[in-house]
């Protein structure tokens, strides 16, 4: 079993679309440990996002990040962190394979709807920055 720290991105919460992208979550063998939805910080979107900080389009990212609530969540299953990014497809949309959940809902490679974990190390890093161990259940 290995755990995975995930997104549900302003955009998505926005349009209500929680429930549909836990249904995907749920029915890939995922298990939702924890969930909770929050408002990033504009100190906690600048820390996580921080390896990005170069990038031309990181203020942007800071801005659409912060601008409406979130709901953050650590995922638990075999190969979570792999198959959690296969779930959520690439990264632009307009590149996701069918049926990943940035094919379906993202609205540029920006507003995508999901963030996902991309190694274990971030996974760990990821999970402590917003969950206490108590909390996942
Ligand atoms: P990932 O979320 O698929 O791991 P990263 O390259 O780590 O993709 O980028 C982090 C986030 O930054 C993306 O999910 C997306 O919201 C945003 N982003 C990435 N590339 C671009 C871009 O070229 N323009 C605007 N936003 C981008
Ligand atoms: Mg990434």
């Known amino acids: 079993m290995q ?12 349009r209500n679309l929680i429930g549909h992208i836990n249904q995907m979550i749920e029915s890939s063998d995922l298990k939702i440990l924890a969930s909770k939805k ?13 390896v990005h900080n170069e990038k031309p389009f990181y203020n942007s990212l800071i801005e659409y990040m912060t601008s409406g609530p979130v709901q953050v969540q650590v995922l638990e299953g075999k190969d979570a962190i792999v198959k959690y990014r296969k779930i959520m497809g690439a990264t632009n949309p307009f590149e ?5 959940i940035r094919k379906l809902y993202a609205e540029s ?12 190390e971030n996974a760990k890093i990821e999970i402590n920055f917003f969950f206490s161990g108590s909390e996942l259940v």
Do not use: C, R, W
């Open 96 to 100: 996701a394979e069918d049926g990943t």
């Open 109 to 120: 490679i920006e507003a995508n709807s999901v963030h996902g974990s991309d190694s274990e």
């Open 38 to 50: 929050m408002y990033l910080t504009k100190n906690q979107a600048e820390l996580f996002y921080k």
């Open 3 to 14: 755990k995975t720290f995930s997104i549900i991105k302003p955009d998505a919460v926005k």
